[in-house]
């Protein structure tokens, strides 16, 4: 999670992130703070607030998936080549 948290990070701090004003995102972003670990590693963290930041774990979870899946076929989904199986 840190990569994605750093990004969010400096997209939010370089007022590059548009929400359009979403009230739960904002809400959920002012409880969350990010911890850092020794070797400089980042995550979102409650901090001492007793409310949600699921919503911004959320945005942070799909970053991580935009930073790993951009660049074209080798990172394709295998949903592209054959269909899914529901159960």
Known sequence: MSEPT?????????????????????????????????????????GKAREKIDGAVAMIMAFDRALRHRGGEKNASMYDEREMTFL
């Open 6 to 46: 750093k990004e969010t990070e400096r997209l939010i701090l370089g007022r590059k992130l548009m929400h359009r004003g979403h009230a739960i995102l904002r809400w959920n972003v002012d409880n969350m703070v990010v911890r850092q670990d020794p070797a400089g590693n980042q995550k979102p963290d409650k």
